[in-house]
């Protein structure tokens, strides 16, 4: 069974920075490209950042230059730094793992006015 644990969401002004991770288990974590997602209320779920089992990442315009996703093969984990925060952020952030389906719970970003 894929499990994918989101965590490190929470409150934070503008212009500040969180880090969020997801544990992934139930998979050989290295063999499997990630991605991070994000749904803000009303809207649908949109790709933010993506890296693949070599490394290579992309992500979304709206947030180049600020976010970060990086991978830990060691500890079947993946990150997403974020910096420089904006409202526009807001909205729960989803794990996946690529072209499986599945997904973690989520963790709640919140960016204050």
């Known amino acids: 069974q894929v499990q994918l644990v989101e965590s490190g969401g929470g409150l934070v002004q503008p212009g500040g920075s969180l880090r969020l991770s997801c544990a992934a288990s139930?998979?050989?974590?290295?063999?499997?490209?990630m991605g991070w997602y994000r749904q803000a209320l009303g809207n649908e779920r949109e790709l933010v950042a993506a890296?693949?089992?070599?490394?290579?990442?992309n992500y979304a315009d709206s947030v180049k230059g600020r976010f970060t996703i990086s991978r830990d093969n060691a500890k079947n984990t993946v990150y997403l730094q974020m910096n420089s925060l904006k409202p526009e952020d807001t909205a729960v952030y989803y794990c996946?793992?690529?072209?499986?389906?599945?997904w973690g719970q989520g963790t709640l970003v919140t960016i204050s006015s």
């Open positions: 890296i693949t089992s070599g490394g290579s990442t």
């Open positions: 139930g998979i050989i974590f290295r063999r499997y490209a």
């Open positions: 996946n793992v690529q072209f499986l389906g599945a």
